[in-house]
């Protein structure tokens, strides 16, 4: 989660960016950074912690000219310090860059860019990124813009850059790769501004391009030209942004819903930033103070939740007891302490709630507090009443979740989840290193992948597959393992927003009631990846279509045989069993919303529902 801004024009270039910054420091406060060019040269100011220390310095050493960049940075790679700070420079301080991401190859980048003799003084990924850039103009790639077309055909991740040449004082070059963070362009009378979400630049300009992914903006103060990452020139017509905070906080996007959902590529990268110690091969969760022994001593877990954050739950149960070898039950919050639970020693008991404030969850939290569990809290509201009672805080970094159906948070709990578990499985020695960093391997790629999923070529088939089945009064979704709760998630989202009757079913249950439901009226979806239980849930597919249902599957990239037999097939990219969850729920969000729109409801405030359940 960062945030950044560039300028060039004829203002003071550094007053603009630190009132950018300003707008932008919710996206992260670990640090703070600004770079200007003047006389040829390009000169730093970076500050540990919050913007307020970046400003202190430069009242102290200010900075003029009238092009620069700045960052605010969330803390992925390396410590909370001044040398971790963006901007980043090469060996020669002739080139800085800002980036929000994870270069997920960064270290065989790394190593090949040290045998070349490349120096690095931070403990970053980022770092690797000016030093590739130095390297190509050294072997004789003519500019920056080349430079930078160059680094982005070999670096692997989800980013938004921005980088400065000193020997280019005309020119910034702004690049989106993925959809972990978005690049603004933004238009002004004879200068020009970047940014990474629309706030920082509002005050200035409502006339805008967006970047889409794998393309690039090289930007001048009279203007920008915009090309694909091959080279091949694009055109981009400005829009004019609305000034109101409602429309430019949906940033877009039709609905608050619909926004949340393309925001899953960043809100996944915010929420495992920092806590994935990719050279180490461990996850290193802030807001734990349980020992080793503690961890080794946890006899027990009964996660408590309502709602979506029972569905994520659910799909934690199948982490924690096989990455952590501990037994899990599963309660509604609503439901735990009316049934005087037994919490035996040696019990951990993890509350999972969006706001952090549903009555419910805090009263289950408190009952099991009161009978000797220590209690841990998975909350996305920072400060909340959940967050503040835990023995342990791990926080979901989606950022603000405006809609009441919950998409990026839920996606958000899972990733979570998955870290705990790897982290206890670690503490507990009953995960191997091997099998502990092909999933920290997978969850560095996950954003990526989401983004895959989310682009906007696909839209149109989500369109035409609402409206195939938005008149329908009811529908079956099925899942087997660890995707059932997704079936049952998927399930909650059209009923939630599409008030269309829908039923969650583990696929081996269809025997024992759920076949008589089955009519050639009835849509069906069933989640059918290549993993233990592909082969049951194919049967379960024919069994769905010897009945006459319209099966739509959820099927991994490249399987023919499921699109053999099923009326549709959406599919998602190949993905470790433990994490594709978080990739199987996408493609149902988006269906809900579809079927939503096609039927004329109310998306962001559907009838009956609140976002945050204070009553009981």
């Given at each position: 989660m960062c945030g950044i801004v560039g300028y060039i024009g004829p203002r003071e270039a550094t007053d603009i960016i630190l009132e950018g910054l300003c707008n932008l420091e919710y996206r992260g406060y670990d640090s703070a950074g600004i770079a200007v060019q003047i006389n040829g040269k390009i000169d730093l100011r970076r500050g540990a912690g919050k913007l307020s220390n970046l400003q202190k310095i430069l009242a102290e050493q200010p900075l003029t000219g009238h092009k620069g960049i700045g960052h605010t940075r969330w803390a992925t790679h390396g410590k909370v310090n001044e040398i971790n700070a963006h901007p980043h420079r090469d060996c020669n301080g002739d080139i800085v860059v800002i980036q929000n991401g994870i270069v997920e190859n960064y270290l065989p980048l790394k190593e090949t860019l040290r045998r070349e003799g490349h120096e690095f003084r931070s403990e970053t990924d980022t770092e690797v990124l000016p030093h590739l850039l130095e390297q190509y103009i050294k072997e004789g790639v003519p500019n920056l813009e080349s430079a930078v077309r160059r680094m982005l055909q070999n670096i692997e991740g989800s980013h938004a850059i921005v980088a400065l040449r000193a020997q280019e004082p005309e020119v910034m070059v702004a690049a989106r790769l993925g959809n972990a963070g978005g690049v603004v362009v933004g238009y002004g009378d004879g200068e020009m501004f970047l940014a990474s979400d629309q706030p920082a630049i509002l005050q200035h300009t409502r006339t805008m391009v967006f970047l889409e992914s794998g393309e690039m903006a090289v930007v001048t103060q009279r203007g920008a030209k915009y090309y694909k990452i091959d080279g091949t020139p694009i055109?981009?017509?400005?829009?004019?942004?609305?000034?109101?905070?409602?429309?430019?906080?949906?940033?877009?996007?039709?609905?608050?819903?619909?926004?949340?959902?393309?925001?899953?590529?960043?809100?996944?990268?915010?929420?495992?930033?920092?806590?994935?110690?990719?050279?180490?091969?461990?996850?290193?969760?802030?807001?734990?103070?349980?020992?080793?022994?503690?961890?080794?001593?946890?006899?027990?877990?009964?996660?408590?939740?309502?709602?979506?954050?029972?569905?994520?739950?659910?799909?934690?149960?199948?982490?924690?007891?096989?990455?952590?070898?501990?037994?899990?039950?599963?309660?509604?919050?609503?439901?735990?302490?009316?049934?005087?639970?037994?919490?035996?020693?040696?019990?951990?008991?993890?509350?999972?709630?969006?706001?952090?404030?549903?009555?419910?969850?805090?009263?289950?939290?408190?009952e099991a507090q009161r009978k000797g569990a220590r209690v841990a809290s998975i909350v996305n509201v920072l400060g909340s009443q959940a967050d503040r009672i835990a023995d342990a805080k791990i926080h979901v970094h989606a950022g603000p979740e405006i809609a009441v159906a919950s998409t990026k948070v839920f996606t958000g709990m899972l990733a979570d989840q998955l870290m705990l578990a790897i982290m206890l499985g670690q503490a507990r020695g009953t995960l191997d290193d091997r099998r502990a960093r092909q999933l920290i391997d997978g969850l560095l790629r996950i954003p990526n992948q989401a983004g895959e999923l989310l682009e906007l070529a696909h839209d149109a088939m989500y369109e035409e597959l609402a409206s195939k089945i938005y008149s329908a009064t009811d529908m079956l979704y099925l899942g087997r393992g660890i995707n059932y709760p997704v079936a049952l998630e998927g399930a909650l989202k059209i009923k939630e927003i599409s008030y269309i009757h829908a039923e969650g079913c583990p696929a081996g249950e269809m025997k024992h009631g759920i076949n008589a439901l089955i009519d050639r009226t009835l849509p069906v979806v069933a989640i059918a990846l290549n993993d233990a239980v592909y082969s049951k849930m194919l049967s379960n597919i024919e069994q769905v279509k010897a009945r006459e249902g319209i099966v739509i599957a959820i099927a991994t990239e490249g399987n023919t045989e499921v699109r053999e037999k099923a009326d549709e097939v959406i599919y998602i990219p190949p993905v470790d069993y433990m994490l594709s969850p978080i990739l199987s729920v996408i493609p149902l969000q988006l269906l809900a919303y579809k079927v939503a729109v096609w039927r004329g409801a109310d998306v962001d405030q559907p009838r009956n529902l609140a976002k945050s359940v204070t009553v009981e």
């Open positions: 055109e981009k017509t400005p829009q004019t942004v609305a000034w109101d905070p409602i429309s430019a906080a949906k940033g877009g996007y039709k609905h608050f819903m619909q926004k949340e959902i393309y925001e899953q590529p960043r809100s996944l990268t915010d929420t495992i930033d920092g806590r994935l110690n990719v050279e180490a091969g461990r996850v290193e969760l802030e807001g734990i103070p349980f020992t080793r022994a503690e961890m080794q001593g946890f006899k027990k877990i009964t996660i408590l939740a309502c709602g979506t954050a029972w569905h994520a739950a659910l799909a934690g149960k199948f982490m924690f007891e096989e990455l952590a070898r501990i037994p899990v039950e599963v309660d509604y919050g609503s439901e735990y302490r009316y049934r005087n639970p037994v919490v035996e020693p040696g019990t951990l008991a993890i509350a999972i709630t969006q706001s952090g404030e549903t009555v419910d969850t805090l009263e289950a939290m408190a």
